[in-house]
């Protein structure tokens, strides 16, 4: 294997989708390069997945100086962390462009330069080169979401883009003042993320710090209460976008949390981690509940995945391998079953031109195989028993109830919304009688059916036979949590009776 | 003394070509367009003679020429370099630019020229009077070029307002070397720097006075609060080539001229570092509100542009005194002045005949029409806006960190929160450019395609300048 796998992973799509641009390249043309440079992606991301070892530190390291004087470098690195994310990415997207055939070049470009910029953001081990890859990363969301989007797509767009923009801009306050705060202790420039968890950092500034980076990330997950750009984003937004959104870009965010604030800011997110929870689970029933009044099935789908965004973020605030590692395995869970359960909804939207759930009724009938995989991803993402989404959530609620019985039991319970508006909206949609708008609603097509296949088997596997994910994922999360003794006798016991359980000693 | 000389050679280039052009257009053959390729041509040469100066030249990074008087310092030649850069697309984007507006002649190069032989001055100035006259040349020059439209009312206006302002501000310096001269006994900074260091700021009411008058002046100049009143005005009122010529070149040789300024005297900074944090703080955030009420494209620009002078401040209140490179503020002077010509320059040629197009509905749709113009124009505005991966982004970095390595972590707060309030009249333009269906056809030719390379080649640098590291 050649040594810049990762630099491959990111930029080939960049260049792709910056030379699509900037040629008048037909559509049919767009779609053949987004196609293969996403299956090109997907390959070197197999062959990345084969090669990894699963050290629980970074593999296939790049590390080049940038700018000296301040040591800022150009350095990737996966672990089992990163790596569930990039691969969720590589495996996701082809699939966009085999369902959505009809699109705008710029569509294309756009949807290759987010995938190039996720998986930098994603694989970056430098805390300013992973700030670049994370604003980058919005700019096609930016204008996809404008471009492309539906009829109230301009006061979306602009609500994403201002409060995306206002979180970064503090977490970049709070990066510096890591670099900074790194050159002061140790005498020395830095930058990169690993050495960052070597910070003595208390006072009232870091805790200022603290929440510079928890709120950046809070509203890319998007967290309870900095939800409120989300419905209207993903329901105005292009279905590849929504897809990017909820799929890959929200576990960006959680990404985001388990990397710098979990190491870095142990003694803050001790104090604070019971609040974070707490805001996990509200998100998790106000979400919930929110998505059983919706009217349409895009907006419901939104409030779903916010929702179980919830559950994710949950299992990084408790503070325990369980529920970090039923997280991350949720991430990819969620990625699968949403990510297509929003396909899905795309295509619903595409040929029944409505998205109104009481306008429609009876597809089963006229699409089994449709119904079928719609219905897989669907329990999925409800966590049943032999799908994915079992696996994380039942690491995530026995995490949650090590942490604290309250919030187990509280997110445990919270989990049977999901299967309410769920089943509902299912029954409404697919069976029932048959309404006009489904009259004549095509099943997929053949190309479209095998495209989908590798993603629903892979639904089932990973909920069948989890064991050589969370092997990977394992000795990565479990290095989260090796602090030195300490840091744990340090730990203010104002939130946490138990300090024990609170944080986990390896 | 030959030494002295190679290292002035830029400015002796600039101020001979400036000559030249000036007797030469006395000639009938010698067309405007001819004075633009032979401006730009003289600025291209001493871009060069500074570039080589800058690389092979002299090895010593500090060297006082003329007997202390002007100083040559690699802080100084990065700022020549802005400046000569600056003049060159000016000087092409003119070109472009009169071929729709008919009311040039040969002599607006010259001036252009005259203008940065002054700036060059101003950016190695390490003495009082040698700063007054380095700006009065500048300043004459700039005057006549904001008002060479000379049948356009607005035009007018801009230049009686910024004359009459311009000339109290140069006042207000006079007499505060004045003052500072009778307490320290001398004009040269290092001279005040020394008497400042033995007895103190305080010490003294006439030094008081006269720092304080001299800081006006140059808060008049560099558009900073509570002096920021003419900018929108005037920049408004100039040509496109000029404002985009006052609004990169001119702050850039304010900016140097400061920072040696309160460098030097280190006590001097020290006391007014308070000052300054405030002035800094309520340039960026009156700029802000400024900003986001226009329609005008041109006046949301020169907004904008005292919000960047805000942030200049926070490198000016964070800059250390102890061996002073200036990286800091030349590189986001660089970032700034590549982005904010940039979108002048394509402004020179997307405006139309006589600048109908002004407002931001003007530039509706715009990325249909023209999406190479549209897109150029996208980056500037990131850039400025400072989202990465854009030289805006790597300057605003450069800032906040040595002002949170200074211990100014509210004032890094508060730049980056005026970062925020900026990023939407940044955008409003890119969706007006972009998500708004056209009203018009934007369908008329380019008028010479050197304003549409310069805005080009301004793109790359937005990009080069991005990737290049200094040290900090």
Redesign the interface.
Known sequence: MFEHVLSVIIFLPILAGLIL?ATPASRSVARFTGLAVSLATLVLSLDLYAGFQATGHLEFVENIP?????G?SYALGVDGISLFILMAGSVLLPLVYFVFGTREKGYYANLLLVQGAMAGAVCAADM?LF??FW??ML?PVF?ML??YGGPQ??PA??KI??YT??GS??M??AI??L??SY?AQFGEWSFAMDKMAALNLTGR?AAVAFFGFMIAFAIKIPLFPFHTWLPDAYTEAPTATTFVLSAIMAKIGVYGVIRFVVPVFDLEFARFAILLAYAGVIGMMYCGLAAIAQKDFKRMLAFSSASHMGVIALGVFCMNIQALTGSIYQIVAHATSTGVLFLFAGILEERTNTRTIDDLGGIAAKAPVFALYFAIAMLASVGLPGTSGFIGEFMIVLGAIKFNTAVGVLAGTTLIIGVCYMLWMFQRVFFEKTASRSENFKELSLVEGLAFLPVILLIIVMGIYPHPFLSKITPSTALQFAQPASVVAQAPASNAQNLGLTIEQK | MTNDLMLLMPLIIVGAGAILLMIASTYDKFTHELAAYGSAGVFAVAFLVQLSSCIAGNVAPFSEVFNGILVVSNFSKAAGLIILACGCFTALSSQTYFRRNNFCSPEYYSLTAFAAAGMLLLTMAQELISVFIALEIMSLAIYILVGYDRKNVISTEAVLKYLMLGAFAGAFFVMGSALVYGAAGSTKFVKIGQYLAANGMLHSPVMIGGAFFIMVAFLFKAAAFPFHAWVVDVYDGASVPVTGYMATALKTAIFAVFANFLVIDGALQHKWITFLFYISVLTMFVGNLIAIGQQSLKRMLAASGIVHSGYLLIALVAVGTKDFTGSVIAFYLAAYAASTLGIFTALSYLGGTGEARKTFDDFKGLAKARPYSAAAISIFLLSMAGIPPTAGFMGKFYIITSAIDAGQITLAVLGIVSSIISMWYYLRLIIAMYFHEASEQFDEPAPSSLAPVCTFILVLCVFAISLYPIAV
């Open positions: 641009l940038w700018i000296e004087s301040l800022i300013i700030y670049i604003e980058v700019l204008f404008g471009l797509r301009l767009t602009l883009t201002l923009i206002a801009l503090l970049l306050a510096v003042y670099g900074v050159h500034v």
